[in-house]
């Protein structure tokens, strides 16, 4: 088992990171978390299972690194199970899999779900908490209740410090509870560094790449795997009662085709949780647009305007420059307005 702080250190020597005082300040809680963990369990008739470590609540402004140290605290634990999972992929399974448990006919459907995650893991490492939805807010608090109280750490990352989470929300007073029982059961850590790395890490190279291309393909590849780290997991996100599945999505990053969103008779609400739940998002193959695409047309107008208002970054590939994309046809003269927002969502620095 390799400590963080070495993997932090080789990272450096090996000039895939930058030194950073807030970043490192911030390893020794993680130490803390996988010394415990890497403790042997011995239980017996007159010994108690010792008490589990607090988990930790890393929060901050977006690119500050979190998702990263997470994952290399991750890598450092070895065989500790343990399970890095984005919080709101996470809250999916958890409603899925309570469905199924009701059908089964129990009183209480949250314990045996809570009782499966207990017994596959010791330590669950959330990336991106945020709760936006009444029914996770409902269940978020019971489900983590049984997972402290069978011993399960807990590690999660987010843009929000715990009092802001479900910031007014529905029926808020229900979700107060958990705040505090985040706050007894984790340590809360601000993330303070002044260097926001996802946006150093598209400064200066292209975000729209057109027409098309192989090298399109390409570019657009080599910013995935730069800005997402890793390959990506389908994100369902639901929506009015809908389902609407984004097919990639790792550490923040979407990516999907233009036909999967535009292609498809998706709204401004698909769009709005789509922009909630991204900070970047990669949109391939976006068509020249008019009469014969008119509705695709009227979606990707709704879809930027969605990015744009949540300031989004957005990196995409084009069959051509934004000015030129919808030259003919009904709305072409209210393209000029999408077109300019796309011109200034390509400016470097641009973004939330």
């Known amino acids: 088992m390799t400590s963080l702080t070495t993997l932090y250190d080789r990272m450096i020597a090996d000039g895939d ?22 403790q042997p369990v011995r239980k017996g008739l007159f010994r108690r299972a010792p008490e589990p470590p607090k988990g930790l609540y890393l929060w901050g402004g977006v690119g500050r690194g979190k998702s990263m140290l997470m994952d290399l605290f991750v890598q450092s634990l070895g065989d500790i199970p343990a399970r890095r999972v984005h919080f709101h992929a996470f809250m999916q399974e958890i409603h899925a899999a309570m469905h199924a448990a009701r059908k089964t006919g129990v009183d209480d459907a949250i314990a045996p779900v ?38 399960v750490v807990v590690v999660t990352t987010s843009n929000r410090i715990p009092d802001d989470l479900y910031k007014d929300g529905l029926n808020r007073d229900i979700f107060l509870p958990f705040i505090e029982l985040i706050k007894d059961r984790m340590v809360v850590w601000e993330l ?51 389902e609407v599945e984004i097919p990639e999505f790792r550490n923040g990053v979407a990516r999907a085709r233009f036909h999967d969103l535009c292609g498809r008779p998706l709204g401004a609400a698909d769009y709005l949780a ?45 069959a051509a420059q934004p000015e030129m994309l919808y030259l003919e046809g009904e709305g072409s003269f209210e393209f000029e307005r999408t077109a300019s927002r796309l011109r200034e969502m390509q400016a470097e620095g641009w973004g939330g």
């Open 17 to 38: 990171l930058h030194p950073d005082p807030a970043q490192q300040a911030i390893l020794p809680e993680f130490e803390r978390i996988r010394a415990a963990l890497d």
């Open 274 to 318: 789509l922009a909630k739940a991204a900070r970047v998002l990669l949109l391939d193959n976006v068509p020249t647009l008019g009469r014969s695409n008119f509705n695709e047309a009227k979606r990707f107008v709704t879809l930027i305007d969605a990015l744009y208002e949540a300031r989004v970054r957005l990196v995409c590939s084009a």
């Open 192 to 242: 303070t560094s002044p260097t926001d790395y996802r946006q150093n890490r598209l400064g200066g190279t292209p975000v729209y790449f057109s027409p098309a291309n192989a090298e399109a393909r390409a570019a657009m590849a080599e910013v995935w795997t730069d800005l997402a780290g890793g390959p990506g997991e389908p994100l369902t996100l639901h929506v009015n009662g809908r």
């Open 114 to 151: 809570a009782a499966d995650v207990v017994a596959n893991v010791r330590l669950l490492a959330f990336d991106e908490m945020q709760i936006t939805d009444i029914t996770d807010a409902m269940i978020v608090g019971r489900l983590f209740q049984a997972l402290f109280a069978a011993g």
